[in-house]
């Protein structure tokens, strides 16, 4: 009996694929193992994931006690907090949802970016003003831009931030018994309601300060229970991802020397190259997971109602239908891919525009102001590492100049 591939799937290497998704490539779907033992569908064909990512019938509700699980227990103990909205469906999904939208408009991108881009000019800055040469570009530049972008974005101080990334870990992967989570989950929650009580006192132009004058008007007070999740889905999934895709995209760019000047005398090539560098990459690995409430079909395959199904970006992303030469990093493609990097359907990421604007912003002020930036060892002596859970990227990115 053949012996089934198991989820999580690890990469070894960024642009990597794992020999275990073309497994699946025939049939577009087939079964992997958990951890657990339980077996889920996995699909890597890009309809049947837009099917699994947009239909209602596949449930997002991670507190259903037959959605699968990666440990035994892990999920059950967000019960101690208020919803996440990406644990909700229909309409509790979309209600969080359009309140944060206008923070992703045109007009929220562009009360936002101006001021990124200073900031990263500043990051900048502080890496060159580093004593001595080579320099870890992942701790000196991708991850305080990263954690600026955040503070930025949510009016959170950074090192707020850090701690309540860290109190989520500690209640899903730290406890035990049911007084630890119980714990954990108080912990986590009390930390939250303190930081968004400080930040009513000193309201600004950011996302928390505007959903807590919209929480007054419409309701006279601010239920800090029930915002707290809005605040800490944002702050567990931009980071590392962020941080990752500077690294990888500095690290293309300086392997296409040829191509740069190009792609900075022309932002409209820049904006395909990194749509190019977000669809070859799919940094992200926190496989969206589904749970089939219906029995469906999936191409021919019948997905039965209480059946859980992955779908993991890299693989859907390196689909023939997906653009030519999938397998290719080509950043100089005419037209950009139909990739999922961001996801589909009602959880498609909302920070699609925001993420790829201040990417370009990074790579183009990077290599205007250092032109001469350089590895300052071979590729081949890079390491990489899963920088939390989802995003795998290099541990360190020694540069000088």
Not at 81 to 103: Q, R, T, V, W
């Amino acid at each position: 009996m053949t012996k089934l591939p198991t989820h999580p799937i690890r990469r070894q290497l960024p642009g990597v694929l794992p020999a275990e998704y073309e497994t699946l490539r025939e049939r577009g779907i087939g079964q992997v193992e958990l951890p657990t033992g339980k077996l889920v569908w996995m699909v890597v064909r890009p309809e049947y994931a837009r099917i699994v990512l947009s239909d209602p019938r596949f449930s997002s509700d991670k507190t259903d006690d037959r959605f699968p699980k990666l440990t035994p227990n892990s999920l059950m103990k967000l019960r101690y907090c208020a919803p996440f909205m990406i644990n909700l469906d229909g309409p509790e999904h979309l209600k969080k949802k359009k309140s944060i939208m206008d923070e992703f408009s045109p007009e929220g991108l562009a009360r936002l970016l101006p001021r990124l881009r200073v900031a990263v000019e500043e990051k900048i800055d502080d890496m060159l003003r580093q004593p001595t040469k080579p320099v870890d570009l992942v701790k000196e530049l991708a991850f305080p831009i990263a954690w600026q972008l955040q503070e930025m974005f949510l009016g959170i101080p950074a090192a707020e931030l850090e701690t309540m990334r860290d109190n989520v870990w500690k209640l899903l992967l730290g406890t035990t018994t049911e007084a630890e989570e119980r714990e954990a989950a108080d912990r986590l929650n009390g930390h939250a309601e303190e930081v968004l009580k400080e930040k009513a006192k000193h309201l600004g132009d950011d996302m928390m300060s505007r959903l807590i004058v919209q929480e007054r008007e419409k309701h006279g007070e601010v239920n800090w229970y029930e915002l707290a999740p809005l605040m800490l889905s944002n702050a567990q999934g931009i980071h590392n991802s962020v941080s990752t895709m500077i690294s990888l995209g500095v690290l293309t760019l300086l392997n296409h020397p040829e191509q740069r000047p190009t792609l900075l005398a022309h932002p409209d090539r820049m904006t395909t190259a990194v749509d190019e560098m977000l669809r070859y990459f799919s940094v992200n690995d926190g496989t969206p997971m589904r749970l089939a409430t219906e029995d469906m079909l999936i191409g021919d395959t019948l997905v039965k109602a209480g059946d859980g199904v992955a779908v993991p970006t890299l693989p859907v992303n390196r689909d023939p239908s997906v653009c030519p030469y999938p397998h290719q990093l080509d950043i100089m493609r005419e037209e950009p891919a139909r990739h999922l990097a961001f996801g589909h359907g009602p959880h498609k990421c909302p920070a699609d525009r925001l993420v790829p604007s201040l990417l370009e912003i990074v790579y183009t002020t990077l290599f205007e102001r250092v032109p001469t930036l350089a590895l300052a060892v071979p590729e081949a002596e890079l390491t990489y590492k899963y920088h939390s859970i989802q995003a795998f990227g290099p541990a360190e990115m020694p540069v000088t100049w």
